[in-house]
């Protein structure tokens, strides 16, 4: 197993399927999840939050792949070590291949991201951390990945601010085309879910923008 | 140089005198009601009256007079506006009468900058007081705030949850020597909602519980300080994750929970970083923190005419351009 990331709750590690399961069942490498303890909180704490998370993050996978989103499988949730087990999507991030296309291409794959997103809204989930750093490109098909703060929810306000984030995110990666890119993020958003969706979500995404308690966030650079 | 900077966001005024490197003077008086809580209009009258003496008193401890003044700053906001508004206006008579420049100061960034002043460089702060809870630090030139309460602050909820107890106001110390005798965890909602934090529900819960009759008093405190306070560690851990900074400090008036303390010490243990808390005077609501980060600023060329000195509300840290490090 190779340590390829680490954030503040989880260490993310690469590895073969069979160096994982013992049987060389798929040749495929693997994502290694695990939600590392804390010592600052106490063990009853510790233990019910990774757990928590843990069975969250593999039942949104499972329910996104059942409305037809693009994003890994899971194959194994371990409960003992709070260790998630799932496909590895090894393609090309967004954020570089959308920089390296002309505009046309560009637009396409932005569509089809506001597809992806559009099933994933309609499975009542939304994904915390939408960036093009966590959409990948393989086999001609855009995957979400890293569901790590995504949580059930289908309220407006959750949906607009999963759309506001990403709107944000593309600003400050992709700020030469941003505009006409998120707008083809919203057109591939209503093919999913319709014209009325789209025009109830960008009126959300305005008031979200406009009143004080929205922070510029960072994390989304 | 020397700041004089007036503090009077909320229920706290005070006056600090400071150089660039020292303390000369750190006075305050803090209007308390016995229900808890502050009406806008009390803690303005408040100021209104005491700002005479405590200016006498701050100039008397640091031996000097106006004329030996530099700068003044003042608390801008963000807080309540008839506080804030005795406040400027104090700042503005001060700086006309003896022809001083005067600056406008974020009171937020003011707890944070004011452990530039013991040698920490680039921190993510943890600022927990009775109605501010948030995690901020510098990126892109301002203050960025990487989670905050989206209800009440963190000490407005551990009062609250002290009163209901009926151990009186403030209720800090009272839960905090409680809870080292609780030995029960009593599940209760955990605070983190997303990025930020919501302690309403925790409180409602701890509440909700504790009229019951069914639980020791000392378990739920210890289980109310455990949930909130793991929660306002994890969102820190977050913002050190994402920034890559390597200090963490720990001010406002929540800050004196020895607790809460020892928890972020491991936490930047276990990451290899360091922490500090500010003693105890300037972690809380005061003068010289405003006086001290209005001097960084004044000296890192912002300049503010009267009319730039309007006071704001709901001052947001990121409207502040840091140009001054």
Redesign the interface.
Same mark, same amino acid.
């Given at each position: 197993m190779k340590l390829i990331a680490? =954030?503040?709750?989880a260490k993310i590690y690469e590895a073969d399927f069979e160096e994982v399961f013992g049987v060389p069942l798929l040749k495929e490498r693997v994502i290694v999840k695990h939600r590392i303890p @804390? *010592?600052? *909180?106490?063990k009853?704490?510790d233990v @019910?939050?990774r757990k928590e998370r843990t069975v969250r993050e593999a039942r949104i996978l499972h329910r996104a792949k059942e409305f037809g989103v693009n994003c890994p499988y899971v194959y194994e949730v371990d409960l003992r070590d709070m260790k998630l087990v799932m496909e590895y999507i090894e393609g090309q991030r967004l954020k570089e291949l959308l920089e390296s296309v002309p505009m046309e291409e560009r637009l396409e794959l932005c569509r089809e991201v506001g597809r992806q997103i559009g099933k994933l809204h309609k499975a009542g989930i939304v994904h915390?951390d939408l960036t093009t750093s966590n959409m990948i490109f393989r086999g001609g098909k855009v995957y979400l990945i890293d569901f790590g703060?995504a949580?059930f929810d289908s309220t407006l306000e959750a949906r607009g601010v999963d759309l506001h984030l990403l709107r944000r995110a593309m600003e400050s990666t992709h700020y030469t085309w941003f505009e006409r890119g998120f707008e083809a993020v919203l057109e591939g958003y209503a093919e999913v879910l319709g014209e009325e969706a789209r025009k109830e979500v960008e009126e959300k995404m305005k008031e979200i923008e406009s009143r =004080?308690?929205y *922070?510029? *966030?960072?994390?989304l650079s | 140089m020397i700041a004089l900077g007036i503090e009077g966001t909320a229920h706290t005024l005070g006056i600090g005198i400071v150089t660039e490197d020292k303390v000369l003077a750190n006075v305050f008086h803090t209007l308390t009601t016995e229900k808890g809580g502050i009406h806008p209009k009390e803690a303005a009258e408040h100021h209104a009256r005491l700002l005479k003496p405590l200016l006498r008193k701050a100039l008397e401890t640091a031996g000097i007079t106006m004329e030996d003044v530099d700068i003044i700053a003042f608390s801008q906001g963000p807080g309540l506006g008839p506080a804030l508004r005795v406040v400027a206006t104090a700042a503005r008579a001060l700086a006309i009468r003896y022809s001083k420049p005067i600056v406008g100061v974020n009171h937020c960034i003011a707890h944070v900058e004011i452990t530039k002043m013991f040698g920490v460089k680039d921190p993510v702060g943890l600022y927990v007081s009775g109605g501010n809870t948030q995690v901020l630090a510098l990126e892109g030139g301002r203050y960025r705030v990487f989670g905050e309460t989206l209800d009440i602050g963190i000490g407005n909820a551990i009062d609250t949850f002290a009163r209901e107890l009926g151990i009186g106001f403030p209720g800090g110390p009272k839960i905090e020597k409680l809870a080292q005798k609780g030995r029960e965890y009593i599940e209760l909602p955990y605070a983190v909602k997303g990025m930020d934090l919501s302690f309403s529900g925790l409180l409602t819960e701890a509440v909700r519980k504790y009229r019951t009759g069914k639980y020791k008093v000392e378990d739920l405190a210890y289980s109310f300080q455990e949930t909130a306070f793991a929660a306002l560690v994890e969102v820190t851990e977050r913002a050190v994750a994402h920034t890559g900074k390597e200090e963490v400090v720990l001010v406002g008036g929540v800050a004196a929970n020895n607790r809460l303390r020892e928890m972020l010490r491991i936490m930047t243990e276990d990451r290899g970083i360091k922490f500090f808390v500010p003693p105890y005077d300037l972690c809380r609501d005061n003068g010289a923190m405003i006086a001290y980060t209005g001097l960084r600023m004044y000296l890192g060329g912002v300049r503010f005419k009267i009319e730039d000195t309007v006071v704001k509300q709901k001052f947001r840290t990121d409207e502040v351009e840091v140009v001054w490090e």
């Open positions: 680490q =954030g503040a709750e @804390k *010592r600052y *909180r106490i009853e704490i @019910k939050l915390g703060l949580d =004080g308690r *922070r510029e *966030r960072s994390w | -």
